[in-house]
């Protein structure tokens, strides 16, 4: 898909913040709405179905959390990706937004080069269905009709539940997972298991991968990052 087909809605109500983004977007070829309210937000969100929204938090009215839980509880935007617009960096800030369904998080002020680059990693979830058989990313490539996975061309073991794990979380690059997702899909109800299994096999995939590909979002789950 081209940069000029994807749709991204910007909901923020500072004026400043608005017009930054939307500068900066908009000269990468991207199609940009705006809205400086939850609920203006969530209606044009219906009206445009975009493929990104960047969400303030702090809003009146509405606020982002709020305006998140309605946008997933519409079908026609489950698969919307949602960034929150931040300032802030506690814990149960970004808990919170992930619990009510946001993808990922973006801090301000950000420099538009990072902007840029961050914005392109959100979108690469989207143009990547995550059913494709092959995943090849940051020389970690994943084969799953072949059931292998080689690094710097060289072909390392997983035990089944590894590699389904790291398939999952290759899926969707940058995506959240959230501990519950990740044993629900996992595990199922094959076996009752505990939290500590999630910690062990990630720990596994580290050791085979390296430390930089995993990423642990503090009480919340695990990402693949590149």
């Given at each position: 898909m081209?940069?000029?087909e994807?749709?991204?809605?910007?909901v923020?109500?500072?004026?400043?913040?608005?017009?930054?983004?939307?500068?900066?977007?908009?000269?990468?070829?991207?199609?940009?709405?705006?809205?400086?309210?939850?609920?203006?937000?969530?209606q044009?969100?219906?009206?445009?179905?975009?493929?990104?929204?960047?969400?303030?938090?702090?809003?009146?009215?509405?606020?982002?959390?709020?305006?998140?839980?309605?946008?997933?509880?519409?079908?026609?935007?489950?698969?919307?990706?949602?960034a929150?617009?931040?300032?802030?960096n506690?814990?149960?800030?970004?808990?919170?937004?992930?619990?009510?369904?946001?993808?990922?998080?973006?801090n301000?002020?950000?420099?538009?080069?990072?902007?840029?680059?961050?914005?392109?990693?959100?979108?690469?979830?989207?143009?990547?269905?995550?059913?494709?058989?092959?995943?090849?990313?940051?020389g970690?490539?994943?084969?799953?009709?072949?059931?292998?996975?080689?690094k710097?061309?060289?072909?390392?073991?997983?035990?089944?539940?590894?590699?389904?794990?790291?398939?999952?979380?290759m899926?969707?690059?940058?995506?959240?997972?959230?501990?519950?997702?990740?044993?629900?899909k996992?595990?199922?109800?094959?076996?009752?298991?505990?939290?500590?299994?999630i910690?062990?096999?990630i720990?596994?995939?580290r050791?085979?991968?390296?430390?930089?590909?995993?990423?642990?979002?503090?009480?919340?789950?695990?990402?693949?990052?590149?």
């Amino acid at each position: 898909m081209n940069k000029e087909e994807i749709k991204i809605l910007i909901v923020d109500d500072e004026p400043d913040i608005l017009e930054f983004l939307s500068y900066n977007l908009k000269r990468e070829g991207y199609q940009i709405f705006v809205c400086e309210d939850g609920k203006a937000g969530l209606q044009k969100a219906k009206e445009i179905l975009p493929h990104l929204i960047l969400l303030d938090i702090m809003m009146p009215e509405m606020d982002g959390i709020e305006t998140c839980k309605k946008i997933r509880n519409e079908k026609l935007l489950s698969d919307t990706l949602i960034a929150f617009l931040t300032a802030r960096n506690e814990d149960y800030s970004q808990i919170a937004g992930f619990d009510a369904g946001a993808d990922d998080f973006i801090n301000k002020p950000i420099k538009p080069k990072v902007l840029i680059s961050r914005i392109a990693g959100i979108l690469r979830r989207f143009l990547n269905n995550g059913n494709d058989e092959i995943q090849n990313m940051g020389g970690i490539i994943l084969d799953r009709e072949k059931y292998r996975v080689t690094k710097d061309d060289l072909e390392l073991d997983f035990p089944k539940k590894e590699f389904e794990l790291l398939a999952l979380l290759m899926s969707k690059p940058g995506k959240v997972f959230l501990r519950e997702e990740i044993l629900d899909k996992i595990w199922g109800n094959e076996v009752v298991v505990g939290e500590r299994t999630i910690d062990v096999h990630i720990r596994k995939l580290r050791e085979k991968l390296g430390d930089s590909f995993i990423k642990t979002i503090k009480g919340v789950g695990y990402k693949f990052d590149f």
